[in-house]
């Protein structure tokens, strides 16, 4: 039997503001902060944030150097895509692509943080 070496990816975007990435992902998104890490208490920022929703963990950081603000680029798959547009719609969260049935045969939705990382909501259609 084969042993798995490679368990899960957690992306790590960059944030200019943590408490800014903290409202847009977990009231916006609906995620759950599970850590913050601020090596200076009285600053909010920089700080390196832990997000899970679901099955999908996320990690957020304002530190110098963990990657540059916008540039970030993250997949997450879902199993409704409808029903998670209609709940960000009405969480008014910004979309840049509705879902939509691509010519590659996926169905997608895009949207973008407050820094401008881009969030891609992809329809699982093996799951």
């Known amino acids: 039997?084969?042993?798995?070496?490679?368990?899960?990816?957690?992306?790590?975007?960059?944030?200019?503001?943590?408490?800014?990435?903290?409202?847009?992902?977990?009231?916006?998104?609906?995620?759950?902060?599970?850590?913050?890490?601020?090596?200076?208490?009285?600053?909010?920022?920089?700080?390196?944030?832990?997000?899970?929703?679901?099955d999908v963990a996320l990690h957020a950081s304002s530190f110098p150097g963990d990657g540059s603000p916008g540039m970030s680029v993250v997949n997450l798959l879902v199993d409704d895509i409808d029903a998670l547009h209609a709940d960000l719609v009405a969480r008014s969260i910004p979309i840049d692509l509705p879902p939509t049935d691509q010519t590659w045969g996926g169905r997608e939705m895009y949207l973008k943080d407050p820094d401008g990382n881009r969030i891609r909501f992809v329809l699982d259609r093996a799951g």
């Not at 916006?28 to 850590?35: A, S």
């Open 1 to 54: 039997m084969e042993s798995t070496l490679f368990k899960r990816a957690i992306p790590v975007l960059h944030v200019v503001s943590s408490m800014a990435a903290e409202q847009f992902y977990c009231v916006g998104l609906g995620f759950h902060r599970q850590f913050a890490y601020r090596p200076d208490n009285t600053s909010t920022d920089p700080c390196y944030l832990g997000l899970s929703r679901d």
